[in-house]
């Protein structure tokens, strides 16, 4: 597509999209974008959202699966994550950018409603998973509930080489990239919403450096790619690392931060720029099976606005600020693997 148009087909979105489009692709007026990203609340995925919470606060009856999930039934045997629980929920209308006063008391709902399912712990104390509690402490912040002690938590399990791994509770003394990335989301949500750059800076740093000193997808014993799914683009993002995930996350720390795009991310850069189609969009390789309450993206192998829109951002800002990314012929033919994670 040519520029005009990719941009009319990006902005030919719902509001959940639309209005990021509006404020960080085509840089309108703080109040046209203002006044788009309202409307998640009362048009499209968003209110669709909103419709469905329970009486108690919560969604599908439940903190992360729904309410009598059967833990040993054929969903669970194929490894299909139901997303239509609170947390997951929350993710969305967290990250589409729906007001927090559109969830009214939902902090105190769950707070007295809400358990998780491990060990039947309060919602808002989380549990022992870090993606988990990284995910709850960026919606206690955004709705306002006392999470305070999940930062704390945060520091006291960051493992010896400088990341986060949610199976320490099962012996774990490596990081992992998904854990990792996720609790870096958690803990700059912190600093954003706080101002508390001291408190977690140290962790945050280590976490990024985790991360960069493997080119965002490179195991550091061999240089190899740490697995095929690293470099799967797949809109929504879930709990799910890819090479895209992780720069927009650096994209937003750097920008929060005040600071250049690390060279470091040069070769990972590549990797997005290099999936591009000629007519200027990314596809969806994936949609992670499990439940939902309606799809948010297009099929496998379609052009996706989301994906489009992530990319798109994430090369303009390396493109303006950052060094010179490897060109394709220094890039190894990973990405055409096609195997799952594990």
Known sequence: ????????????????????????????????????????????????????????????????????????????????QPWTATTWTLNSLREWGLDAGALADTAPRLAANSRWEYDNLPYWGGEVDCCINSWTLSNGLWLGADVDGLVDWFLAHRLADGGWNCEWVNGATRSSFHSTLNVLKGLLDYERVTGDRERVRDARRSGEEYLLTRGLYRR???????????????????????????????????????????????????????????????????????????????????????????????????????????????????????????
Do not use: C
């Not at 692709?25 to 974008?33: A, H, I, M, S, Y």
């Not at 590549?270 to 799809?295: K, M, N, S, Y």
């Open 220 to 342: 550091l014993s061999t240089g190899e790619p740490v697995g095929p799914w690293a470099l799967h683009l797949a809109y929504p993002f879930r709990w799910f690392y890819s090479v895209l995930n992780a720069a927009d996350y650096f994209r937003a720390a750097a920008l929060h931060d005040g600071t250049v795009p690390d060279e470091r991310m040069a070769d990972g850069i590549a990797r997005i720029r290099a999936a591009r189609q000629p007519d200027g969009t990314w596809l969806q390789e994936r949609r992670h099976p499990g439940q939902v309450w309606f799809e948010v993206d297009v099929p496998a192998g379609q052009p996706s606005k989301w994906l489009t829109f992530f990319a798109t951002r994430v090369l303009g800002w390396w493109d303006d600020l950052g060094p010179a990314s490897p060109g394709p012929a220094e890039l190894d033919p990973v990405r055409k693997a096609k195997t799952e994670p594990a």
């Open 1 to 80: 597509m040519a520029g005009s148009t990719l941009t009319a087909w990006l902005v030919d979105s719902d509001p959940a999209l639309r209005w990021q489009v509006e404020r960080d692709l085509l840089r309108l007026p703080e109040e046209v974008w203002t006044a788009t990203r309202a409307r998640v609340a009362t048009h499209g995925f968003g209110a669709r959202l909103l419709a469905l919470q329970d009486p108690d606060g919560q969604w599908a009856g439940g903190a992360f699966f729904p309410g009598g999930f059967d833990f040993d039934g054929p969903e669970a045997q194929q490894g299909a």
